[in-house]
């Protein structure tokens, strides 16, 4: 049963059926009602977002978006724009963090090419570039019309691959691959906070989201805020959310806007990682605020404005471990937990199934 083919009354009705199911599900299987906390949280929205019970992960893949950002010529990062390319080299050579939580997490990692200035030229990156990184904002707007419409249709694209089941990433065979259940979505771009904190203050965001990003000094921060402010009001008053993502986006955001829209109706659940993504998220959810029904928070960044972002999407991260890299490593952890949670949900005997007598197990207390 497909979201799109319902009015907004019948979805919801639809989607409460299924997390009563799921939880009349969690309470026959042998543990006390309620003692997996969290994990069972979890199961209930991932079987809601897949409408089956118990839910299911066949498929998981990490996509990680990269890009360049024209502001990065305002000396609003540590890192020179060169590194966007190295870390994606380093990506494919496995030498990241992403490459090594997504192989023990069980991810597969897509990575792609938004609008990297330079082309790695790597056939194990998906080249679905806007131009060679933005055009710095705080002077003009970051991308053309043509440009912004490009990556919303890639980031369409990646999703209906995922969901059809192409193989991804896209070797030289045309074996068909499963489709994917989950999407951990990350990103890669030098000044992408700056460009986060930007597109998300035109939308209505506080200031506060201007953080530290890489770490840089209290005098470059207050430089920062002072391109953002600046940036913004050049460009204001936006008509659309659209019309913001155009001025002040970066190409890796835009894309992820687009994934973003393309998840309705198709049953693919998404794990958002930090900052970046979650300005994404934002202004995805400005243009359809139903995509909020498909996203899980992988975990809370320490960059300040992303618990600013995840209050104003009303999405509790799973964990809160301090971490502020990108590259999806949030979200591939996260991505985890849901695993975790589906396989109890389909793996634990009933207490039918185990002859266990359902009268002995305790109701939850705490």
């Known amino acids: 049963m497909s979201g799109t083919a319902l009015g907004v009354s019948e979805y919801d009705a639809a989607q409460s059926e299924v997390a009563d199911d799921m939880a009349r599900h969690l309470d026959s299987l ?9 994990l069972e949280e979890l199961g209930v929205r ?10 299911r992960l066949h498929r998981k893949v990490a996509v990680v978006c990269a890009s360049d950002h024209g502001v990065s010529a305002e000396g609003v990062s540590l890192y020179p724009q060169a590194v966007t390319g190295q870390m994606v080299h380093n990506f494919v050579n496995g030498g990241a963090a992403i490459n090594v939580l997504a192989d023990s997490c069980g991810f597969e990692i897509v990575l792609v090419d938004c609008g990297i200035t330079e082309p790695t030229g790597l056939p194990a990156v998906r080249d679905l570039r806007a131009g060679a990184g933005t055009r ?36 030289e065979s045309d074996a068909p691959a499963r489709p994917a259940d989950i999407i951990a979505l990350g990103d890669m771009g030098i000044g992408n906070t700056t460009t986060a904190a930007a597109v998300t203050m035109a939308l209505g965001a ?15 921060i207050e430089h920062k805020r002072t391109v953002v402010r600046d940036s913004v009001a050049f460009h204001s008053p936006f008509e659309t959310p659209l019309d913001a993502l155009r001025a ?41 605020p139903a995509v909020t029904s498909f996203l899980f928070a992988g975990h809370r960044s320490k960059v300040r404005g992303h618990q600013i972002l995840l209050n104003a999407l009303d999405l509790e991260p799973i964990l809160d471990a301090g971490m502020h890299l990108g590259e999806g490593t949030g979200a591939v952890l996260g991505g ?3 695993d975790l949670a589906a396989r109890l949900a389909s793996g634990m005997a009933s207490f039918t199934d185990a002859a266990v007598d359902e009268s002995t197990a305790p109701e939850e207390e705490y």
Do not use: W
């Open 206 to 220: 506080p200031e506060d989201v201007v953080d530290r990003g890489t770490g840089i000094s209290a005098e470059m």
């Open 46 to 55: 991932l079987a809601v977002i897949q409408g089956h019970v118990p839910p």
């Open 336 to 338: 985890f937990h849901i």
């Open 248 to 288: 002040l986006g970066g190409f890796d955001i835009a894309t992820m806007v687009g994934m973003l829209l393309a998840l309705r109706g198709r049953r693919i659940a998404c794990v958002l990682d930090g900052f970046p993504v979650t300005a994404a998220a934002y202004v995805a959810a400005h243009i359809d």
């Open 136 to 171: 710095n904002f705080r002077r003009e707007p970051a991308m053309t019309r043509e440009q912004l419409d490009r990556c919303l249709d890639h980031g369409e694209q990646l999703v209906q691959e995922l969901h059809s089941g192409r193989a991804v990433p896209f070797s």
């Open 30 to 38: 042998t543990k006390p009602k309620g003692s997996l906390g969290r």
